[in-house]
């Protein structure tokens, strides 16, 4: 049976249906020279036809979330606790943790790219140039269905034509490299849904645009969105991107989630003082031309040298000497959609 | 397309015309020429040649004319496919290499096949199982294959062959097929004969070779295009062969043009040693001797032999990389 395009797929779950749940997920890489707590403790949810942006500054472990959520962290990097339940078929299956499955068993094959699928920041080095793009479409589509070769190469097309790349049936027997940056990152995603994924994670899918592009491939992600009820996570460090597409918002910072919320409570109501710097970082259209940008101030700590207590202390304008310095602030629920870590609201063990 | 042909084309006669210069050139530069060595052989085993002979016999080759005129006169024959007579052999040239060019072709392109056909797999492994032991293994091995010269290596193999299992390893053939004349027996007597040359031949040559690969594909397994190609939910072993194994073949197949050389000129010591009916020896020879038609004869089609493994490994390189197909166009 050739697989139903994302247009008339048969029961689009109800939006607001929970799909993916990660709970507690850490993700260490052990080296000689010490532990890298990429990820170290995170958890979040997210929900059919709804977009969780994800937000933090370079190295903050966005990635290795995406990466862990699939199971396809590089050695050494290793899942070390936590769950990631996924309730395959829009919901309508049995919830599975997917991070008890084996990163290469059969059971985790079929859920990358048919449940999960991932979109990537660089649409040039995220595909191969030795093969068409069709070759590479076409290669997932008949992994995860039973699809002829002629079925799957009409789908690509038909997906080429879905993401707005003209002339489709030429473009589908092109190599990568014969394509602009926009073009390709359309592409990346026709291929991402190809299987017609339920969650699609979006690593940086416009870090390498020009902003007319980027434009338009948000707006395509969001009508994708809408037509197939897709759980989206979008990874990004533009807060401008977080206020355009994300429903909720998860806030990073070297691994942990430092507060979590409703988009508008985020840009309104900021509790946690990093999701406040980085606010303050974002130009604002009100702002005169050409004043000074406010920088969170001092660097981000080294990874393997993370800083005792509260990891944002010494950046911290509202550091309280002795109490963040001495240990990390505990998670304080503020309602059932809000939380952030932060003396300042609790967080006193 | 058409036109990379001809422009490739029209750079591999040039390159053949410099390499005939220059093997001219090299064979003339020791000082002397062929008659001024034959004398000294002649006085060395007591009897005299005369002035005259000397001069006859210079005139015979038309060593007293200038040297381009000599090289001249030399490619003239050559492109009418005559390669003149071998000067101590008293014998045309192609007589006397007859089919040792081949079989120095056959054991090169043997060497080449088995470099290959160990580096390709042992690289892949090594990369993809980085730091095991396995890979440590390899290393070791290759490093030792990379330092112990081939000769050598020849020698302990002839030697150990001869001490326990009573054979003697060298040669092309076994004595009875020798002068006969060629059968399916023959043939199968030299298929026989064809691994232990081959492989001593491709040991440096593998060990370089598996180093390029684990290099190359550690660096392409770290692109991102291999994640995409995970998360697509492929296999680890699929994701591997046909992606990052395939971006690794490319400076792979360019290594054709290079190895090829170091091939040829390897199997001169490994010829002597294991005696092997190819040019090697023959190259030698006629270099001592000076025997200028038969040492350029040879050493031209050596090149010409380089320059079109070279010409095969663009063609090669064109049909792995899209890329460079596409440039073209
Ligand atoms: N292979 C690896 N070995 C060791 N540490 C790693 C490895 N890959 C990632 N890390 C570490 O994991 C941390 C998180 O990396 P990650 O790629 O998730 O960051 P990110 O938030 O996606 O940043 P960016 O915005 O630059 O993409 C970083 O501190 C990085 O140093
Ligand atoms: S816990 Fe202390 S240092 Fe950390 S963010 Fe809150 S106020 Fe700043
Ligand atoms: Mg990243």
């Avoid at chain 1, 990874?235 to 430092?258: F, N, Q, S």
């Avoid at chain 2, 043997?110 to 580096?119: E, P, Q």
């Avoid at chain 2, 025997?291 to 090669?316: E, K, N, P, Q, W």
């Amino acid at each position: 049976m050739p697989p139903t395009l994302m247009a008339e797929r048969a029961a689009a779950p109800a939006a607001g249906t929970p799909i993916l749940s990660v709970r507690g997920l850490k993700t260490y890489f052990r080296a000689d020279d010490g532990v890298v707590r990429a990820v170290d403790g995170v958890s979040f949810d997210v929900r059919a036809g709804r977009t969780l942006g994800i937000v933090g500054e370079s190295g903050c472990g966005k990635s290795i979330t995406a990466r862990s959520i699939l199971g396809i962290v590089d050695r050494p990097g290793k899942i070390e606790a936590g769950e990631v339940w996924l309730t395959p078929g829009g919901g309508t299956g049995a919830p599975i943790d997917l991070a008890k499955l084996a990163s290469d068993s059969a059971e985790m094959r079929a859920i990358r790219g048919k449940e999960i699928a991932l979109v990537f920041q660089e649409p040039m080095s995220s595909f191969s140039h030795y093969y068409t793009v069709g070759n590479q479409i076409m290669e997932a589509i008949r992994l995860h269905s039973d699809a002829t070769k002629q079925q799957a190469h009409a789908r690509a097309v038909e997906l080429l034509r879905l993401v707005g790349v003209p002339k489709p049936e030429r473009r589908v027997d092109e190599y990568p490299f014969q394509l602009s940056g926009g073009l390709r990152q359309r592409v990346m995603i026709a291929m991402a849904l190809a299987c017609d994924p339920h969650v699609l994670i979006a690593d940086e899918p416009t870090t390498a645009l020009d902003v007319t592009t980027q434009a338009q491939i948000l707006d395509l992600m969001r009508e994708l969105q809408a037509k197939r009820a897709l759980a989206l996570i979008l990874i990004t460090h533009d807060m401008g991107v977080i206020a355009e597409m994300a429903d909720d918002v998860v806030v990073m910072y070297l691994g942990r989630v430092v507060e979590r919320g409703p988009v508008d409570a985020i840009f309104h109501d900021p509790k946690h003082p990093y999701t406040q710097a980085l606010l303050r970082s974002i130009p604002s259209i009100m702002a005169t031309p050409r004043t000074k940008l406010a920088t969170i101030s001092g660097s981000i700590p080294h990874p393997l040298n993370r800083p005792t207590g509260c990891p944002f202390h010494p950046r911290c304008p509202d550091f309280k000497p002795g109490v963040c310095d001495k240990a990390e602030p505990a998670t304080t629920v503020i309602d059932d959609r809000r939380e952030v870590a932060c003396f300042l609201y609790g967080g006193g063990a | 397309m058409i036109s990379f042909f001809v422009r490739r084309l029209l750079l591999a006669i040039l390159t053949m015309w410099v390499v005939s210069v220059l093997s001219y050139v090299i064979i003339q530069l020791p000082p002397g020429d062929f008659v001024d060595t034959y004398i000294s052989q002649q006085s060395a085993s007591g009897s005299t040649v005369s002035a005259a002979e000397a001069q006859s016999l210079r005139e015979l080759y038309g060593l007293d004319q200038p040297v381009w005129i000599q090289y001249g006169k030399w490619i003239t024959r050559i492109l009418t496919g005559d390669f003149g007579e071998s000067m101590e052999w008293r014998q045309p040239v192609k007589d006397v290499i007859g089919d040792r060019l081949w079989f120095t072709v056959l054991i090169s392109v043997a060497a080449l096949l088995v470099t290959w056909g160990l580096a390709l797999p042992i690289g892949i492994y090594s990369a993809v199982r980085q730091y095991s032991f396995g890979d440590y293994a390899f290393t070791l091995i290759g490093f030792v294959g990379l330092a112990v010269p081939n000769f050598l290596l020849a020698l302990i193999i002839m030697y150990l062959s001869f001490r326990y299992l009573g054979a003697n390893a060298g040669g092309l053939f076994s004595a009875e097929f020798e002068l006969a004349p060629w059968s399916w027996a023959k043939l199968w007597d030299l298929i026989k004969h064809l691994p232990l040359p081959s492989v001593i031949l491709a040991l440096g040559g593998t060990a370089q070779l598996i180093r390029i690969m684990r290099a190359n594909l550690l660096d392409e397994l770290r692109r991102p295009y291999v994640v995409t190609a995970r998360a697509k939910g492929l296999p680890e072993r699929w994701v591997v062969l046909k992606y990052p194994v395939r971006a690794a073949l490319n400076p792979f197949a360019s290594t054709v043009a290079y190895l090829f050389p170091y091939l040829v000129s390897g199997s001169v010591i490994i010829s002597i040693v294991l005696s092997l009916p190819t040019v090697g020896p023959l190259l030698v020879r006629s270099l001592i001797s000076q025997d200028m038609f038969l040492a350029g004869t040879i050493v031209l089609l050596l090149g010409v032999l380089t320059v079109i493994g070279t010409f095969i490994s663009d063609l090669v390189l064109m049909w792995v990389d899209p890329r460079i197909r596409h440039q073209m166009d």
